[in-house]
């Protein structure tokens, strides 16, 4: 489906994406796609309609860094890919990578998440 454009008055989302391994993350830069569980579509569907612009922030599960962050394109299909095997994970959707690059979770430690008890963001 094409990207809306960016709706005005609208809230800008972002949610931190983990990744079992790095291989995902190098296949959804070189595509510029990315498969979640079928638990997290309706929250990012929600999002990508219901906000002006919904960034994603990557990492891989350990590595201590952030693999850097891209705008969610479309929203989730329920065309599968076979990129990342059979993981459980459900429909495939765009990303637009704006930054690849690692970084260090003490970078993001003055960043506090209301959400989830004013945690510090990893």
Avoid at 42 to 65: C, D, P, T
Avoid at 95 to 108: D, G, M
Wanted: aromatic content about 14%; hydrophobic content about 35%; charged content about 20%.
């Amino acid at each position: 489906s094409k990207s809306p454009s960016p709706r005005q008055n609208m809230p800008v989302r972002y949610f931190i994406m983990k990744s079992s391994n790095l291989q995902n993350i190098d296949i959804s830069q070189q595509k510029g796609i990315w498969s979640t569980t079928p638990s997290n579509e309706r929250k990012l569907n929600g999002a990508f309609w219901e906000s002006s612009m919904v960034y994603l922030i990557f990492s891989v599960q350990g590595s201590g860094h952030f693999q850097g962050f891209a705008r969610m394109g479309s929203a989730i299909g329920c065309e599968k890919s076979q990129d990342w095997g059979s993981a459980g994970f459900g429909g495939v959707f765009k990303v637009e990578w704006i930054r690849k690059e690692s970084i260090p979770f003490q970078f993001a430690h003055h960043l506090l998440n209301p959400w989830n008890d004013n945690k510090k963001v990893q």
